[in-house]
């Protein structure tokens, strides 16, 4: 990549510095095949499979998660679903809802499931009110807590 960008650079350089006369074109021409020769060179590397084989850490170290730092974004996704459920439920007349929600291990984003803590005076309000808490969590569990 380097030397890609030098060639080009090179390029703008004898194009500034290069007269105007007979002997540019053949300038140009042989710097256009010295461009391609550049541009081609690692080609063969990758095709042999060594190409990447310059970017992988060879001394076995690995990649380590900032577990603080994770579990302080982990957190404020979790609260910001919960808002964000609390603002559905608040935009559609239920502000008194109250709830729990359990969410994935493997994804800090995902929901696995919402528990709802308050009793309902009919099942189409419960059916409403789940109805709603669906369309904001997708494919998870929605159920009452049972009392």
């Known amino acids: 990549m380097i030397s890609i960008v030098g060639i080009v650079s090179l390029g703008v350089l004898i194009e500034i510095v290069l007269p105007e006369g007979e002997n540019t074109k053949y300038i140009r021409g042989i710097f256009s095949i010295i461009v391609i020769f550049v541009i081609v060179s690692p080609l063969p590397k990758m ?8 970017f992988v850490i060879e001394d076995g170290a690995q990649i380590e998660i900032d577990e603080e730092y994770y579990q302080s974004v982990k957190e404020s996704i979790h609260k910001s679903v919960i808002e964000g459920l609390k603002d559905k439920l608040s935009a559609n007349g239920y502000e008194n809802i109250t709830f729990e929600v359990t969410f994935a291990e493997d994804y800090a984003y995902s929901i696995k499931k919402v528990v709802v803590k308050n009793s309902f005076s009919s099942e189409d309000e419960w059916n409403k009110v789940k109805r709603i808490i669906m369309e904001y969590v997708g494919r998870a569990t929605v159920e009452k807590e049972n009392s």
């Open 47 to 54: 095709l042999k499979g060594d190409f990447f084989k310059d």
